[in-house]
């Protein structure tokens, strides 16, 4: 099972950037997808973004043109670009491993807090 260890959040203000990053345990090549997902206080975790190992990407209606996932296979590192922060985007954020087609997210790491505030 691969281990994953988010890094990258911080207190930005509105309107900022922060990239996060997810490195992998393991070469993440032949993962079938790697996803980011958040959490906010009193709230379920929901998903952000996500990337199939062949290039294919799904995103949230709400970060739809201001978050973009990328994956560095050589580093074995995930990455979420996180522009146009908004207050509404403050969570902890996971980092999440779908080994195959026909099976779930999990291998989630500790999480790294985004915090959007002026």
């Known amino acids: 099972q691969v281990q994953l260890v988010e890094s990258g959040g911080g207190l930005v203000q509105p309107g900022g950037s922060l990239r996060l990053s997810c490195a992998a345990s393991r070469s993440i090549f032949s993962i079938y997808a790697m996803g980011w997902f958040r959490q906010a206080p009193g709230k379920q975790r929901e998903l952000v973004a996500t990337m199939t190992s062949g290039g294919s990407t799904n995103y949230a209606d709400f970060v739809k043109g201001r978050f973009t996932i990328s994956r560095d296979n050589a580093k074995n590192t995930v990455y979420l670009q996180m522009n146009s922060l908004k207050p509404e985007d403050t969570a902890v954020y996971y980092c999440?491993?779908?080994?195959?087609?026909?099976?779930?997210?999990?291998?989630w790491g500790q999480g790294s807090q985004v915090t959007v505030s002026s």
């Open positions: 999440g491993a779908r080994p195959q087609v026909f099976s779930a997210f999990g291998s």
